[in-house]
């Protein structure tokens, strides 16, 4: 396969293809520069063709706790006591620039996901 643009399905397909077929090839080889080259022309294409919005506040404050193996407990102190955080957890406050602070600083958690609007009604199923 001829390394060119990806501009339609078809090429992204074909890439696609190749990356598999190519998967761990060692770096520095034609093989590992060959791979190196088409996952980044994968990447431009997918994320102009399929970009991913930003997760909703609360859900990546959600994931973050599972990642750490914590519940909402985890948040008292951080963001302020347990009423406090059932009121943000269940949508029912917004987050305040210092919970945001907080959260990124305890939690490493990206300030500019917590900044975004809290979708409303999205409520996790139990």
């Known amino acids: 396969m001829e390394i060119k643009p990806i501009r339609n399905e078809a090429n992204h397909e074909d890439a696609l293809r190749e990356i598999e077929r190519l ?4 770096e520095g080889t034609p093989d590992g520069d060959r791979l190196d080259v088409l996952t980044t022309l994968v990447e431009a294409y ?3 063709h399929f970009p991913m919005d930003a997760p909703d506040p609360i859900e990546a404050i959600r994931f973050r706790l599972e990642q750490q193996g914590l519940d909402h407990r985890a ?3 951080v963001i302020g006591g347990r009423s406090r955080v059932y009121e943000v957890m269940h949508r029912k406050r917004a987050l305040s ?3 945001i602070r ?3 600083q305890h939690f490493g958690i990206p300030a500019e996901v917590l900044i975004r609007p809290v979708r409303k009604g999205r409520r996790r199923a139990a």
């Not at 998967?23 to 060692?26: D, M, T, V």
Request: glycine share 12%; hydrophobic share 45%.
């Open 46 to 48: 997918e994320e102009k």
């Open 102 to 104: 907080r959260l990124n």
């Open 23 to 26: 998967w761990g090839a060692k």
């Open 97 to 99: 620039l210092e919970m």
């Open 75 to 77: 948040l008292v102190g």
